[in-house]
């Protein structure tokens, strides 16, 4: 489900502007400086695990390497021999964020937000644990993906932004471009939702997708380059990410269908966990939030106890606010635009008030 407001016509806009140089970091390099510059928010909660200085050195391709044990929550992180972050690594995530090459996200039309970062995310073949990086499985996924340009979840993210260029595949389907929310709503319902939901990423494809359990998802014409809130999280993370998806919030493992069905699942780790829906449940350690991680909201009071909205973080933006990207009603699909309320998940605007859990995958 998306964020409720006052329809707007979708403007176009820029999708990815990748710079040579970038006045500020990414969330790797913020995560463990000893002093945050002005304008960025602090990252505590960072305390050393193991009781035995949690850190060990080896040899790597580029010199020594070091490996630190973090806590809340649990992760390794990767150091080059120059003391430089180079990944980040969750215990039981398959995400994983590598620094590499900067980028800026914007979109001039919709916000004055630009996200600058050196974050690449990443999916792993195995969720992470403890002593990982000795594995095999591990040694070769990293090197391959250590220095990759190739298109991580971020750049996935902004092919179906406003103005984002077609792209087909060799059987002329349209996987990525310029997407919609959902077809608008006729019945005129006072009230009502100004578009409907339930667009997944198959109905933007246009394609029949066969579920491991069996159930095959049929698009529906209406529906056609159309991704909700959650359709658009399962298109860039499951259909182009290849993270395991289901049928529906009920059915296997993997990733469920509704923003309601991800935030209550046992996939990944709950980095900030749900403890209710109502305003006294906002969470407050926002600070532990990484890029790459789904954050869930509660917008709708028609829905109950059903958390209605899900989305990414993307990073820091060059003013020190936390935004994430999501597919949105008021926007008529992905942005990380301000209609409908700015795309913020700290201070006390629209979707920071209303944020409710996150989790990383």
């Not at 996987?175 to 009502?192: R, S, V």
């Amino acid at each position: 489900m998306a964020g409720k407001g006052k329809k707007k016509s979708r403007p176009v806009v820029s999708g990815l502007v990748v710079l040579a140089l970038v006045g500020t970091s990414g969330y790797l390099t913020v995560e463990l400086r000893k002093q945050e510059p002005a304008g960025v928010t602090e990252v505590r909660n960072l305390g050393v695990l193991d009781g035995e200085g949690g850190s060990k050195s080896e040899s790597g391709d580029r010199g020594e390497v070091r490996w630190d044990r973090l806590e809340n929550p649990a992760r390794s992180v990767l150091r080059g021999a120059d003391g430089q972050i180079e990944g980040v690594f969750t215990d039981g995530a398959r995400l994983a964020t590598l620094t590499g090459p900067a980028r800026t996200f914007e979109e001039p039309s919709s916000t004055s937000s630009k996200v600058s970062t050196t974050d690449w995310v990443r999916l792993m073949p195995k969720p992470w644990k403890k002593g990982s990086e000795n594995s095999a499985w591990f040694k070769e996924w990293h090197a391959e993906n250590k220095a990759s340009k190739e298109a991580d979840l971020f750049a996935v993210a902004f092919q179906y932004v406003a103005g984002a260029p077609q792209k087909k595949d060799g059987q002329g389907v349209v996987y990525a471009g310029d997407a919609n929310f959902g077809p608008l709503n006729t019945t005129g319902a006072e009230g009502g939702d100004l578009r409907l939901e339930q667009s997944d990423f198959y109905d933007y494809l246009g394609t029949q997708y066969p579920f491991r359990d069996g159930v095959v998802g049929t698009p529906e014409a209406l529906r056609a380059k159309s991704l909700d809130c959650s359709g658009f999280i399962r298109m860039v993370l499951g259909f182009r990410t290849r993270y395991p998806l289901m049928s529906s919030d009920k059915s296997g493992d993997g990733l469920p269908r509704t923003a309601n069905g991800m935030a209550r699942s046992e996939q990944g780790v709950d980095v900030l966990p749900l403890t209710g829906v109502s305003a006294d449940d906002r969470p407050s350690a926002i600070d532990q939030l990484q890029p790459g991680d789904l954050v869930f909201f509660k917008l709708d009071g028609r829905t109950g106890e059903r958390l209605d909205h899900v989305g990414m973080v993307l990073g820091y933006d060059t003013e020190g606010h936390l935004i994430f990207v999501s597919s949105r009603e008021e926007v008529n699909g992905p942005t990380i635009g301000d209609v409908g309320g700015v795309s913020r998940l700290d201070g006390n605007g629209y979707y920071a008030k209303t944020l409710r859990s996150a989790k990383r995958l």
